[in-house]
């Protein structure tokens, strides 16, 4: 499920040209899609319907999504 986000915090920090990026998404078997955030870091690209014919495509910070955990935990 692509709204659906394990392995969050081994992503924290890790340039998306890193070699283990995607070893790790093919052993883990990681559906997510990634992009790289405007840092050059692994971004988690994510579709979001905002009509019933328009989406658009955003890319969140790994920092991003675990502070909605966080927050959502609290």
Same mark, same amino acid.
């Given at each position: 499920?692509?709204?659906?986000?394990?392995?969050?915090?081994?992503?924290?920090?890790?340039?998306?040209?890193?070699?283990?990026?995607?070893?790790?998404?093919?052993?883990?078997?990681?559906?997510?899609?990634?992009?790289?955030?405007?840092?050059? /870091?692994?971004?988690?690209?994510?579709?979001?319907?905002?009509?019933?014919?328009?989406?658009? %495509?955003?890319?969140? /910070?790994?920092? %991003?999504?675990?502070?909605?955990?966080?927050?959502?935990?609290?």
């Amino acid at each position: 499920m692509k709204t659906s986000f394990h392995n969050l915090h081994r992503f924290l920090g890790v340039p998306i040209e890193d070699t283990n990026v995607s070893k790790m998404i093919k052993d883990r078997f990681i559906m997510n899609e990634f992009a790289a955030d405007p840092r050059g /870091y692994v971004g988690w690209k994510l579709s979001r319907k905002i009509n019933a014919t328009d989406t658009v %495509e955003e890319i969140f /910070y790994t920092e %991003e999504l675990i502070g909605q955990l966080l927050k959502y935990g609290k």
